[in-house]
């Protein structure tokens, strides 16, 4: 039984993670996270990242089936949520110091809410999280589009979104119309 197995990434990678690496070839900097490397974590059903969002920088709807997600801002603003699998939308700005726990296996997202860069950290229940980005899923695959369309209701939602675009516009040039209309009453009420 080893204390840990500190990633060897000269070996090449499996399912499981990486080899481990000769314990007598471990220093206490394969414990500290200094880059994009963290040999430290290899085997013990952790991850973690580093996400440096620029001004209006977004992390699009995305899902990691395998993993809960714990976000921590270090620096700016982000509006982050998630969507639970009763559509219900779970919101919030997260200033530097927050913390947002992100479910397993549910949509969620980050963008840059502030003025200034987001520098976030994110760690996970697992050294292999997965991740499914909703749009790739969506759009760069090779279903035919036809049953894209067919079976996420895609077409009729923009049909909806459409006609709610159309009444909103309808209802504002009826009230532009309207206010034109009583002004030019006003005018000649007030002329006559």
């Not at 999280?129 to 790739?136: A, D, F, S, T, Y």
């Not at 369309?149 to 009230?175: G, K, M, P, S």
Request: with cysteine; glycine share 8%.
């Amino acid at each position: 039984m080893r204390d840990f197995c500190v990633a060897d990434y000269a070996s090449p990678q499996s399912p499981a993670g990486y080899s481990c690496k000769n314990p007598a070839n471990v220093t206490v900097d394969d414990f500290v996270y200094t880059g994009l490397e963290f040999p430290g974590l290899n085997g013990l059903g952790l991850s973690l990242a580093r996400a440096d969002l620029a001004v209006g920088g977004v992390v699009p709807l995305h899902t990691h089936q395998r993993a809960t997600e714990i976000i921590l801002i270090v620096e700016g603003t982000a509006v982050a949520g998630f969507i639970d699998s009763n559509n219900k939308v779970y919101l919030k700005t997260l200033k530097k110091g927050d913390i947002m726990v992100l479910p397993p296996g549910l949509f969620h997202f980050q963008v840059n809410g502030g003025d200034t860069p987001v520098l976030e950290f994110a760690a996970f229940s697992s050294a292999n999280p997965g991740v499914q980005i909703l749009e790739n899923s969506l759009f760069q695959n090779d279903l035919p589009t036809e049953l894209i369309a067919q079976t996420t209701f895609l077409e009729a939602a923009l049909r909806l979104r459409n006609l709610r675009v159309f009444l909103v516009v309808l209802i504002d040039t009826r009230d532009y119309y309207m206010s034109f209309y009583e002004s030019l009453w006003n005018f000649s009420v007030l002329t006559a």
